[in-house]
């Protein structure tokens, strides 16, 4: 089992089963865990820049900046939700070979939700990163991983201090 299947599975991320006792102790009771959404999220690296994107008013976190990345599919592998996501918002074809991952992030929510994000970079992938989803995204652009742009979405800033300091797991609102 590789490193980010066992985390999967340590996050409670799955469609498992869970049993238990009754009240009394007489009968064994049969309920769903708990489930987690889980996202993927590229970090694009050129010539000391990184690349963001400017997240349209109409969408969750809406002008914010981020990396970009989404949600993963059912029957989608990681690798696979990150070279899907890429060419959907930026155009762009990364292979396996070409990312790496670099985090992993338990998020706690303010609405009392739960996330889990796993981060990978990049600084090798085919065509020219585009808006690509002009309804989500207003801006793109190349930035100074030391200055950042505002507003960021928070856990992103949280993810990139973590990786700079090679630490590949944290937690945030908790």
Not at 43 to 65: A, P, T
Not at 94 to 123: A, D, R, W
Request: proline letters at 3%.
């Amino acid at each position: 089992m590789g490193i980010l299947s066992g985390m999967l599975i340590a996050a409670g991320v799955g469609f498992f089963g869970k049993k238990k006792l009754s009240a009394d102790n007489k009968k064994i009771i049969e309920t769903e865990r708990f489930k987690m959404t889980v996202y993927v999220i590229i970090i694009i690296r050129k010539e000391n820049k990184i690349l963001l994107m400017k997240r349209s008013q109409s969408v969750i976190n809406g002008g914010l900046y981020a990396f970009p990345g989404g949600g993963v599919d059912g029957s989608e592998t990681l690798m696979h939700a990150i070279i899907r996501e890429s060419k959907e918002e930026l155009g762009i074809v990364l292979t396996e070979e070409s990312v790496h991952f670099v985090h992993t992030m338990h998020v706690k929510t303010e609405k009392n939700g739960e996330y889990i994000g796993f981060y990978f970079e990049t600084s090798t992938y085919d065509g020219n990163p585009s808006i690509m989803e002009a309804d989500k995204c207003d801006e793109l652009g190349w930035f100074d991983p030391h200055a950042l742009p505002q507003p960021m979405i928070n856990t992103h800033v949280h993810a990139l201090n973590m990786i700079d300091q090679k630490i590949v797991f944290s937690e945030f609102g908790w």
